[in-house]
């Protein structure tokens, strides 16, 4: 169904916000001014999300600096999800695996490697593209694009 990007974000920010005050983080969130619809499925999506937001909150410390964002993409026929965290970021050897199956850096016990395989599952389900940029010590930028609806890129002059 379609399903407005904005408002699985703030769900999924609800259900992380208690995370995010326990570890002391400034968190800020911008949403877009309109609504970002997107063929898809919520649970899903939240879930993507959810795992997304999850490890930025594991990769900082007290201090740290979570900002989740939604915008419309300059052509207006996508829609952009960043999350972005100041965490130990990702090392550039293992930029390659981190979406396969059971890949993990944690230590035993603490997590099976699958968080951002269903994350990348996701996405390529909802035929979107999901990007990474990430440097040791200074954090990590998922993006998430996701078409738009068609109605949506109608009302934007779109096609």
């Known amino acids: ?30 949403l877009f001014r309109e609504p970002l619809f997107v063929h898809g499925d919520v649970n899903q999506l939240q879930q993507c999300f959810l795992n997304l937001g999850f490890n930025a909150i594991e990769a900082m410390g007290p201090g740290g600096r979570l900002h989740i964002a939604t915008a419309r993409a300059a052509d207006g026929k996508m829609a952009d999800v960043r999350i972005e965290d100041t965490g130990h970021g990702i090392a550039q050897k293992h930029l390659d695996h981190i979406y396969d199956p059971f890949f993990t850096t944690k230590e035993a016990g603490q997590g099976t490697g699958m968080g951002l395989s269903i994350v990348y599952g996701v996405v390529k389900s909802h035929q979107g593209e999901i990007e990474v940029h990430s440097q040791v010590d200074q954090g990590t930028i998922f ?5 738009l609806t068609p109605a949506e890129k109608e009302a934007v002059g779109g096609n």
Do not use: A, G, T, W
């Open 143 to 147: 993006s998430i694009c996701l078409p």
């Open 1 to 30: 169904r379609d399903v407005d990007l904005n408002e699985v974000v703030v769900s999924v920010v609800d259900l992380i916000r208690h995370r995010i005050e326990l570890q002391d983080l400034y968190f800020k969130m911008d």
